[in-house]
């Protein structure tokens, strides 16, 4: 993999878990307006498949959307705007942390409907189908999602019409606060690739080398017209379902092992340096990203609110 990819992707890791940090630390104070699901612990899922996509090539996400927003290129600052509810927001400063959405980029939009996204990238696999582009689209869902009926019908039209689609399964072992054996008839979600005829693969999310491997060759199979994918990714969450959450459900000491022993960035560092990546590099990263963050809350600190004249703009259509 050539040295500034390497570099790329990790300071597209790095910028996610920055910003997720400041976020838990900033909504303790009031200052940050709403609801958020933090993706700190599973970067390299999002980041290790994103690397391979362009702007033309689309994704759907899920209420923990900010991880997949950043990999898939969407602007850090204007992102921080439309969390903090602020003009120059991604999307005005009306939509918040479930609702960052970027068509430019082909961030289809987060989204606070379990599994929601399923069909929205079926029509977006199907317009790429027929436009004959090669491009795809890539769809992401957790344990709770992947049991929606919408997911299982939208798994099933993908593999009827062959559809440049990937299903990624980020398998964090909970829905929401329940732990995956207790809603789940199988433990290896590939299982429900095979009911639909479905191309699969399972990978350790939280190794990016790992994940951009796999991901590349399945997104590679799908630009050549295979049909749909589904791809699992064994990974973790640092923090609860959703900020405020006690994570009283989870076994004593899970959190603090998985930080210690299964933090995607560790892991990464340590194969990066076997590759010619030095610490001095990425201890550069590191304070740029640092500096983008702090800028980013600053910046959304400073910066109005919507004017009460735009409260209906972008909400009723007329034909």
Request: charged share 20%; net charge negative.
């Amino acid at each position: 993999m050539p040295h500034d990819t390497v570099l790329s992707a990790y300071r597209r890791i790095k910028t996610i878990r920055a910003f997720e940090d400041r976020l838990h630390d900033d909504y303790k104070t009031g200052t940050v307006p709403g609801f958020a699901h933090l993706y700190a612990g599973q970067e390299a899922t999002a980041v290790g498949i994103c690397s391979h996509l362009t702007d033309q090539d689309q994704i759907a996400s899920t209420h923990r959307g900010h991880g997949h927003s950043i990999a898939k290129g969407v602007d850090v600052v204007a992102m921080m705007k439309e969390i903090y509810g602020r003009q120059g927001g991604i999307c005005h400063g009306k939509g918040g942390s479930m609702h960052i959405a970027d068509l430019n980029k082909g961030m289809l939009g987060a989204n606070g409907i379990l599994g929601a996204g399923a069909p929205l990238a079926c029509g977006a696999a199907l317009a790429d189908k027929l436009a004959g582009k090669g491009h795809v689209a890539i769809v992401f869902g957790g344990d709770g999602g992947v049991n929606e009926g919408a997911v299982l019908e939208s798994m099933n039209l993908a593999s009827v019409w062959k559809l440049p689609l990937m299903f990624v399964v980020e398998h964090n072992g909970y829905a929401q606060s329940t732990p995956q054996h207790r809603t789940t008839s199988v433990s290896n979600y590939e299982d429900r690739a095979k009911g639909f005829g479905m191309a699969s693969a399972t990978v350790d999310g939280l190794d990016f080398f790992a994940v951009y491997k796999t991901a590349g060759e399945l997104i590679q199979k799908m630009r050549a017209g295979h049909g749909p994918v589904l791809l699992e990714c064994r990974t973790t969450r640092f923090y609860g379902h959703f900020e405020g959450d006690s994570q009283v459900y989870r076994p004593t000491g899970e959190v603090e092992n998985a930080r210690k022993n299964h933090d995607c960035l560790k892991l990464f560092a340590e194969s990066a340096s076997k590759i010619g990546i030095s610490p001095k590099e990425l201890e550069q990263v590191d304070h740029e990203v640092a500096e983008l963050i702090d800028r980013a809350v600053q910046e959304a600190l400073k910066a109005p609110y919507p004017a009460l004249g735009e409260l209906h703009n972008g909400v009723y259509v007329s034909y």
